[in-house]
Nanobody
Framework: QAQLVESGGGLVQPGGSLRLSCVASRRTFSGYAMGWFRQAPGKEREFVAAISWRTYNTLYAASVKGRFTISGDNAMNTVYLQMNSLKVEDTAVYYC????????????????WGQGTQVTVSS
């Protein structure tokens, strides 16, 4: 069974930065799109960013564009989410996902999910 493991979450002040990592194991995700989603308490899981291992094209939610950067190393099966200028409203559990349907914003288009890492932005 494929496994995605996120790390890098934590507590940060508004305006600060964090870098999340997602490492895939037990299979390769070559040809997949890798995405980051987040879910705040009482809210639905929402799309944050995605990268295609086929084209290395990227896609961002409007709320994070210009502040977050998704990148990765297909050979290492690792994807990153660099988060800058963090806001209180970025507080959520962040999930890594993998899917074969390309750069999609719907969680149902992703087949594999990690357990999530908590990001808390607070002063």
């Amino acid at each position: 069974q494929a496994q995605l493991v996120e790390s890098g979450g934590g507590l940060v002040q508004p305006g600060g930065s964090l870098r999340l990592s997602c490492v895939a194991s037990r299979r390769t995700f070559s040809g997949y799109a890798m995405g980051w989603f987040r879910q705040a308490p009482g809210k639905e899981r929402e799309f944050v960013a995605a990268i295609s291992w086929r084209t290395y094209n990227t896609l961002y939610a409007a709320s994070v564009k210009g502040r977050f950067t998704i990148s990765g190393d297909n050979a290492m099966n690792t994807v990153y989410l660099q988060m800058n200028s963090l806001k209180v409203e970025d507080t959520a559990v962040y999930y890594c996902a993998a899917g074969l349907k390309g750069l999609r914003v719907t969680m149902y288009d992703y087949d594999y999910w990690g357990q999530g890492t908590q990001v808390t932005v607070s002063s």
